[in-house]
C-alpha cells in the first residue's frame, strides 16, 4: 500500500517542531508500523535526509521504550498493543497517517518522536520499592503464603511498562494509572505492608511536583493502556493514599 | 598459546569450594567502601542486580545505560521462568541435580565449578525476589508454583505469567531506584560506553558519549563491571533487543580481555518465522510453551503443499497424518529436549522439505491435545458429566488463556491467527549467546578491576543454554557473586583515593573515540549502517548458523572482512556529532560486530566438533546427532587481541569434570 505520513519533525528541545509531509510506497501490510518506520528512514537516509528520531528497543511490546501518537492515539488504532505491535494491516492504502510524540508537560521533546520520560524515574525513587537488601538469608519465599487471587491481581498491576501512554492520553496529563499500579502492586502483597504509608504518600508528593495532572475519572488511559491496567488500581491508591493522611 | 588460570579454589569438594572461599577472601570494611567507586555498565539483570547489592553495601556506584531508564534492558523480555533447585514440588530437585542438568544441557562444555555456584545460590534468588515484592505465580495454598523447561525431569522454573523476565527485572529496578534515591547510585541513563580506560593495567574508567546531547564524557572507578548482555544481533535479525549491541564487551576485548567461545550461540527453537525482507527482528515465543504444546509438521508430502497452496488446513490432518518429530525422534524427553535439540530437528523436517509455510521454513506448535486434556480435566472438576465436546474446548482454551494467554495474544497480533484454533507456526531464531567475555571464577577479566556478568561473560552455560537458566544466572552473578568477590580485589584499594580523569590515559581513550566518531560524520559515504548490518547478518546466518562447515566458514571470514572494508569506504551516516543521533549510535555498534562476527567463524572453525549449538557438519553420529570430541576440545577458547580479529590469539583453559562424568548427551 501506499501512504502518506504526516510526522512531528523537532529538531531539540528549544526547537519549536512542525508536521512534515512524506510519502512511503509499497508497503506490505505484514509489516510492524515501527518497520515501516525503518523503510521510511533508510529512504531518508539515502536521499540525503535526516532520518526521523523515535524511541524504540525490544520490538515486542514490553520495553515499554516506544512512544508514538499515531492519528490521534497512543500507540496507534489498537487496543492492547504497543506502537511496535502495531500492524499496517490496521491502515488502508492511501491513508494519510499523522505520527506525532506523546506530549505532557512533563515529558519535553527530546528530538522528533523522542520524548524525556524521567519524571516517571523520579516517582518509582521515591518510592517504588521496598526496602530489603540482598544479603542471601531473606527467609523462605515459601514461609509467607499468599493467597492466588491477590498475587494474581499483584501481578495484574505489575505489569505496567512505564510507556507514558496514559499520561499522553489524559486530558490532564495524569500520571495515576502509572502511579497507583506500583502502589497497589505492593498494596496487594503482604511485603509492601510496612512502607504503605510512606510509599503512597511520597510517590503521590512527587508525581504533583513534576507536574502531572489530576484524575478525573475518564478512563481514557484504562483504554489505551497497551498492558490493560485497570482504574481499579486509580481507586485502590486513593484509598491507600486515604489510609495514609487519616493515620496522620 | 598459554593455559589460563581460572582461580577455582583448591581443594574442597564441590560443594564446599564457594562457601569456603568466601569466608576467607579479602573484605573491605564498611567505612571505606564510601570511598571506593564502581562503575557498571547495564542494567538489566545482571547489571542491575550488581549496581543495587554493591550500593547497599557501601559503595558508591556510577551505573549506565543506553535505554532512557534501567527498566528498559532486554533482560524484561524473557518470558518463562527462572530455575531455582528449591525442591517445593518434591520431585527429587537438588542443588547436585540442578548442576547435573545445567552441565549436561551444556554439552559439557562450561567450568563445573562456576556451575555448581550457580545452582547453590539459585533458592536464594528466589527468596530475595519474593522479598522485594515480585509477584510469582502461586497455587490455590498460596505457595508458589512451578512449571517445567526443557532438558531436565524436575519442575523446578519459578514464572509470573509469561513476563517472568520483566517482573525480575523490575525487582531489581526497584532495589536500584532506592538506592538511587540514597544516592548511593548516580543513575546515568541514554549514556553509551565507547571505551574502557586502563591505568597501569587496571581497568580505571570509561568514555561514554551522552546519546542526548552527544557530549563525550569521562567517568572513573576503582573498578568497571561490564553487563552489557549478549552480541545475538550480529545477525541482524534475532529476538535481541534492537539497541543491544556487543560494543562494551568488543572494547574491553580490544583493550585486553580475553573472548571466549563466540561461536557458541543459542538458536532458539519456536520464534515466529519471519514473513519478509523488511523484517526487523524476530519475536520469541516462550519455551515455556512446550509444556503444553505438540510439535509436529505433516508425515506426507502432499499434504504439505496441500497447506502451503491453501487447499488444507492443519486442523484438516487427522493424527495418523501428523509427524510429531520429537516426540518420535527423543521418546524420553519428548517436546521437552533442550534448545539445540529441537532447533536441529525443526531445521532437519525443513530441509527435508516439510516446512509449512511459504518460505518452507516453519513448522507447527499445537495445543489442542491441551485443550482437550485440560478441558476433560475441568469438567471432571466442575462436576460436568458428559460435556459436549464444545464444553470441554471452551474449559481447556480458559486454562490455556491463563497459562499463556500474554503469549497468544502477542502471536495473534504479529500473525493474525488465532492460536487456540490453528497451530502456531514457529521456527527457530538466534536468541541468546552463551560465548562472551572470559572471566575467572570470581567473574574478573583478563585484565586487573575489570568484571563481566550475565549473558556478557561466558562461564555457565557451556555450548548451550537450559531454559530459564539466563535469569538465574543474571542474578546470581549480580545479587551474590560479584558483591564478595569484587571485595576481595578492592581491598587492595582503599589507600587509592578518587581516581582523576585527567590523565594521558583518559586523554588518550577519548581521542579514539572522537576519532571513530568524527570519521562517522565526515565520511559522507553511499550506504546507510542497515545495509552493512543486513549484509553481516545474511553471511552469520547463512554460514555460521545452525549448521556449519569448514568450507562455509572459510568462506565467512573471506565476506566478512570484504563488508567491514567495504563498510569503511562507504558507510553513511547522516547528522552531526553533537545531538540525538541515532545512525551515529548504529554505526559504532555495527563497526564492532563486522570485527567480532569474524571472530566468531574463525572461532567456529578451529572447534573441529559438534557440541551444544556449535554444530559442525562433519561432525555427526551415524544418526545425525552432534557428536563432541572429548579428547581434543573438552576446552575453552580464549581469545586474545592482537589488532585484527584475524590474527586473534588462542589460549586454552582446560575443563576438569571431577563431579560429573562426560556422557553423550542422549534425551532419547
Partial sequence: MNLTLKIWRQKDANDKGKLVKYKVTDISEHMSFLEMMDVLNEQLVNSGDEPVAFDHDCREGICGMCSM??????????????????????????????????????????????????????????????????????????????????????????????????????????????????????????????????????????????????????GACEVECPKGISLTNIARMNREYLKATSKG | MTTLNSRVPKGDSLANKWSNYKEHINLVNPANKRNIDIIVVGTGLAGGSAAATLAELGYNVKAFCYQDSPRRAHSIAAQGGINAAK??????????????????????????ANVYRLAEVSGNIIDQCVAQGVPFARDYGGLLDNRSFGGVLVSRTFYAKGQTGQQ????????????????????????????????????????????????IERHSAHAVVIASGGYGNVYFLSTNAMGSNATAAWKIHKKGAYFANPCYTQIHPTCIPRSGDYQSKLTLMSESLRNDGRIWVPKNMDDVMAIREGRKKPTDLSEEERDYYLERRYPAFGNLV?????????????????????????????FKSAIQRYGKEQAKLHHITNPSKEKVIELGTAIIEAKYGNLFQMYEKIVAENPYKTPMMIYPATHYTMGGVWVDYNLMTTVEGLYCIGEANFSDHGANRLGASALMQGLADGYFVLPYTIGDYLADDIRTGEISTKTTEFDAAEKSVKEQLDFFINN??????????????????????????????????????????????????????????????????????????????????????????????????EDGEAKRDDVNFAYVSAWEYTGKPSEAVLHKEELEFKDIELKTRSYK
Fill in chain 2, 168 to 215: 525480575l527485572l523490575l525487582g531489581a529496578y526497584s532495589a536500584m531506584n532506592r538506592q538511587i534515591a540514597r544516592g548511593k547510585i548516580t543513575m546515568h541513563n541514554r549514556h553509551e560506553m565507547l571505551d574502557v580506560v586502563k591505568i597501569d593495567g587496571k581497568a580505571r574508567g570509561i568514555i561514554a558519549r551522552n546519546l542526548i546531547t552527544g557530549e
Fill in chain 2, 87 to 112: 525442591n517445593y514440588q518434591g520431585d527429587g530437585d537438588s542443588n547436585y541435580r540442578l548442576f547435573y542438568d545445567t552441565v549436561k544441557g551444556g554439552d559439557y562444555r562450561s567450568r563445573e
Fill in chain 1, 69 to 218: 501518537y499515531i492519528n490521534g492515539q497512543a500507540h496507534g488504532p489498537d487496543r492492547g498493543i504497543t506502537t511496535c505491535q502495531l500492524h499496517m494491516r490496521m491502515f488502508n492504502d492511501g491513508d494519510t497517517i499523522y505520527i506525532e510524540p506523546f506530549r505532557a508537560n512533563a515529558f519535553p521533546v527530546i528530538k522528533d518522536l523522542v520524548v524525556d520520560r524521567t519524571a516517571f524515574e523520579r516517582i518509582q525513587q521515591s518510592g517504588g520499592f521496598i526496602s530489603v537488601n540482598t544479603s542471601g538469608n531473606t527467609q523462605d519465599a515459601n514461609a509467607i503464603p499468599i493467597a492466588k487471587s491477590a498475587a494474581d491481581e499483584a501481578m495484574d498491576a505489575a505489569t505496567c511498562i512505564g510507556c507514558g501512554a496514559c499520561v499522553a492520553t489524559c486530558k490532564n496529563s495524569s500520571a495515576m494509572l502509572f502511579v497507583s499500579a506500583k502502589v497497589s502492586q505492593y498494596a496487594l502483597l503482604p511485603q509492601g505492608q510496612v512502607e504503605a504509608t510512606d510509599r503512597v504518600m511520597n510517590m503521590v508528593a512527587q508525581m504533583d511536583a513534576e507536574g502531572f495532572g489530576n484524575c478525573t475519572n475518564t
Fill in chain 2, 524 to 621: 559522507k559515504g553511499t550506504h546507510s549502517v542497515d545495509y552493512y548490518h543486513k549484509k553481516l547478518g545474511k553471511i552469520m546466518w547463512e554460514k555460521c548458523g545452525m549448521a556449519r562447515n569448514k568450507k562455509g566458514l572459510e568462506e565467512a571470514i573471506q565476506e566478512i572482512q570484504e563488508v567491514r572494508e567495504d563498510f569503511w569506504k562507504h558507510v553513511k551516516v547522516p547528522g552531526s556529532l553533537n545531538e540525538f543521533n541515532q545512525e551515529l549510535e548504529k554505526a559504532g555498534r555495527v563497526a564492532d560486530f563486522l570485527e567480532l562476527g569474524e571472530l566468531f567463524a574463525k572461532d567456529a572453525l578451529n572447534r573441529e566438533e559438534s557440541c551444544g549449538g556449535h554444530f559442525r557438519e562433519e561432525h555427526v553420529t
Fill in chain 2, 338 to 366: 533442550p534448545r539445540d535439540v529441537a532447533s536441529r530437528a525443526a531445521k532437519e523436517r525443513c530441509d527435508a522439505g516439510y516446512g509449512v509455510n511459504a518460505t518452507g521454513e516453519a513448522v507447527y506448535l499445537d
